[in-house]
């Protein structure tokens, strides 16, 4: 079965850290192109960050720049690194995988859903004191 899993989703005190990990279940996920997106209750899915197969090319939302970092940790897992986290970046979480590419341009803040082949079920972070 090919399939995209998030964990390292839950509760946090605002200026605390989580590590989310997209973790492929059936393919190599170095293949694709990935990109983190989220959801928060009453507003539309928005692009977060995201990386070329090659991990030469990121890109970060501007509300989270120097807060999130996108990184590949293995040939079956990105991960979305989060620090100095705000109540604003509660949301439920989602990875997906796309087609291959030179640049994220176009796939990421103005990301079209069905440029990506694979989404995972998503994982709810929550930024609460």
């Known amino acids: 079965q090919l399939q995209l899993v998030e964990s390292g989703g839950g509760l946090v005190q605002p200026g605390g850290s989580l590590r989310l990990n997209c973790i492929a279940s059936?393919?190599?996920?170095?293949?694709?192109?990935i990109g983190w997106f989220r959801q928060a209750p009453g507003k539309e899915r928005e692009g977060v960050a995201c990386?070329?197969?090659?991990?030469?090319?990121t890109l970060l939302a501007d509300s989270v720049k120097d807060r999130f970092t996108i990184f590949r940790d293995n040939a079956k897992n990105a991960v979305l690194q989060m620090s100095r986290l705000k109540p604003e970046d509660t949301a439920v979480y989602y990875c997906?995988?796309?087609?291959?590419?030179?640049?994220?341009?176009?796939?990421?803040?103005?990301?079209?859903?069905?440029?990506?082949?694979?989404w995972g079920q998503g994982t709810q972070v929550t930024v609460s004191s």
């Open positions: 990386i070329t197969s090659s991990g030469s090319d």
């Open positions: 059936g393919f190599k996920l170095d293949y694709y192109a």
């Open positions: 997906a995988a796309g087609p291959p590419r030179p640049t994220v341009q176009g796939m990421c803040v103005d990301f079209v859903e069905n440029d990506y082949v694979y």
